[in-house]
């Protein structure tokens, strides 16, 4: 390589140069700057998204604090909806319909049996119920169901005082 450098006139040796220095500049930019530039879009794309999300949270937490101050001031039930239905459609939406195998009204509420139910999924739909809907279990057996983690439930429910 050197026998070939110095074979070359002073011309051609700054013509060489030139070109090495410009393919030296060329693989710096291609494997340092042109990778962060790339990152630093992608970095600019990422926080307006992320400052567009933060403005729709403030912009809801308004309501989330209005809901969070009173929880049961907007009930899941409709005012007047009768506990059979509420328990009938809730048990449903906490996915324990398969499981329902009966549900008939009582005087003042109702009475469920459940086969193969959830154990987790009946807990906290009884949380629900009370919670969320202002019913009461009254009464509750629950036996080993059929596998691990299931159970067979008969449950008595009421709507409090003044409601049925």
Excluded: C, K
């Excluded at 962060?36 to 912009?59: F, G, I, K, T, Y």
């Excluded at 308004?62 to 009938?88: E, I, K």
């Amino acid at each position: 390589m050197r026998a070939w450098w110095e074979g070359l006139a002073t011309r051609e040796r700054r013509i060489v140069a030139a070109a090495g220095s410009v393919l030296l500049l060329a693989i710096l930019f291609l494997l340092v700057l042109e990778p962060a530039l790339d990152r630093r879009a992608d970095l600019r794309s990422q926080l307006q998204q992320l400052v567009n999300e933060h403005a729709w949270m403030e912009a809801q937490a308004p309501a989330v604090r209005a809901r969070a101050a009173a929880p049961n001031a907007t009930p899941a039930a409709r005012p007047g909806s009768s506990p059979l239905g509420v328990v009938d459609v809730s048990a449903r939406a906490a996915g324990l319909g398969p499981a329902l195998r009966r549900v008939r009204p009582l005087e003042t509420g109702v009475e469920a049996e459940l086969e193969g139910a959830s154990y987790t999924a009946l807990l906290r739909w009884l949380g629900t119920l009370e919670s969320r809907h202002g019913l009461r279990v009254e009464s509750l057996s629950i036996d080993r169901g059929p596998e691990p983690g299931r159970v067979n439930a008969q449950l008595r429910i009421e709507a409090p005082t003044g409601r049925s």
